[in-house]
């Protein structure tokens, strides 16, 4: 469920609307591309999400900032009471930035440096999530060098199949991701010897966009196996972080993955008896139907094949290249009954044959001027969007009803210039 639709624009045609918003007007606006995110969306996935859990008391929801972490995307949903699930400085800086409690934030990743676990440490956050022996020896000497104490929670790789594409699982024993299921026992007895060292919590994330509910189901068996048996070994197991991952529809032809409620029953039936708060870290599932990129066609050129070339490319949206992911693809103005469809490739300028948004797609008949928007493009969008052929930042626009905010605006040439610096030999 998202709030992008066609309605009766400013023109009078039927224009794609994001809430209130007409996106020609938009485009006029703040020019092309530009991403945009509607509130209404965003505050939609995160209740449904964190409705799902009303019944077990005091469960956590952090948003994960990686999906998106757009300041004003972040606020929206820390008026929310989320939580956030950081796995850098940047990005812990961000979540404080916007007000979000030091202690509903959690810390992943396999790379933490001493320096971001400081931080953290004197921010006072919720807890890290560790995932080597060599990074909680290092956490224990920062931890106890400050005279603070780190709660953590071992991330564990349970080697399940998550079902997802190879480069997005993140649950299999050859993943770069936690600690081997084995080892994890004899980690918890080691972490509770270490100063500094508060063994609190199990963490599992077994991947992205995941739309079958049988490798969580898999992955949470055991996930219960080792909490119990932590429990009976004497350790005070509060939580167990139960990271994202639940897929979204991309496609309007395919069957919906699961929906969060189905998910609830299942994580309740898997960990309800331990009795512990269950936190989770969903990002994809809050942002991703949130968010569209908007681009203007330059040309259409016709040949064996018809390329459809607009003014977005793979720096500003590089899912279909990297992970060979399928977006809808709209005309902002909604085509006329009957508007004839046209098999295309839609490409960027990028000069690279990896640059295209759709592949052999069918669309209603485009022109040079006419305005796209690309679906489902609120996660893993601006965040992986970069520079390449010098091309500037795309914006973000955040819509709520009928006002809008470039959250981000367009940097200028200059200021693209002025970020570098020339040698003094030169
Ligand atoms: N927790 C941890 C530890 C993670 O590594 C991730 C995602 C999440 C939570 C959030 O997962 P989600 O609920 O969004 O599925 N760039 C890729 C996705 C990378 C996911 C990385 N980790 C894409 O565009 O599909």
């Not at 759709?358 to 489902?376: K, N, Q």
């Amino acid at each position: 469920m998202h709030h992008f639709a066609y309605r009766r624009g400013v023109s009078h045609a039927n224009v794609l609307h994001a809430e209130e918003v007409d996106l020609c007007a938009l485009a006029a606006a703040v020019g092309t591309p530009f991403y945009c995110y509607s509130t209404a969306t965003l505050e939609r996935h995160y209740r449904v999400f964190a409705e799902a859990f009303a019944a077990h008391p005091g469960t956590l929801v952090c948003y994960s900032v990686k999906a998106n972490s757009n300041l004003g995307v972040l606020a929206t949903l820390a008026k929310l009471d989320a939580g956030m699930d950081v796995v850098s400085e940047g990005e812990l800086r961000r979540a404080l930035a916007v007000g979000v409690p030091p202690e509903r934030i959690a810390f992943s990743g396999v790379g933490k440096t001493k320096e971001e676990m400081a931080l953290a440490l004197d921010a006072g956050i919720f807890a890290f999530n560790v995932e080597s022996e060599p990074e909680l020896r290092a956490l224990s000497e920062v931890a106890d060098a400050r005279g603070r104490g780190a709660r953590i929670a071992f991330r564990v790789n349970p080697d399940v199949d998550a079902k997802t594409h190879h480069k997005i699982s993140t649950g299999k024993a050859e993943n770069k991701f936690g600690v081997p299921f084995e080892q994890a026992v004899s980690l918890y007895r080691q972490a509770a010897k270490l100063p500094g060292i508060l063994p609190v919590g199990i963490h599992m994330h077994i991947g992205s966009q995941i739309t079958d509910l049988e490798p969580f189901r898999n992955a949470f068996v055991l996930l219960h196996d080792l909490g119990a048996t932590l429990r009976t070994a004497g350790f005070a197991i509060e939580f167990v972080n139960l990271g994202g991952g639940l897929g979204i529809p991309y496609r309007h032809d395919e069957p919906a993955p699961p929906l969060p409620a189905d998910y609830a029953a299942l994580v309740n039936r898997a960990v309800g008896d331990l009795g512990v708060r269950l936190l989770f870290e969903p990002g994809r599932l809050i942002a991703g139907n949130a968010g569209i990129l908007v681009s203007r066609v330059i040309y259409v050129k016709q040949g064996d094949k018809t390329f459809t070339i607009i003014d977005a490319a793979m720096n500003d949206l590089i899912r279909p290249t990297l992970y060979e992911a399928h977006h809808e693809i709209l005309p902002v103005i909604e085509p006329m009954p009957g508007t004839r469809a046209v098999v295309t490739d839609v490409v960027g300028p990028v000069c690279e044959t990896g640059d295209y948004l759709a592949r052999g797609r069918p669309l209603p008949e485009l022109h040079a001027g006419d305005l796209v928007s690309v679906m489902t493009a609120g996660a893993y969008g601006a965040v992986l969007a970069s520079e390449y052929n010098s091309r500037l930042l795309v914006p973000e626009v955040l819509v709520s009803g009928s006002r809008y905010c470039v959250t981000r605006p367009r940097p200028s040439y200059d200021d693209m210039l002025a970020a570098e610096r020339l040698p003094e030999w030169i």
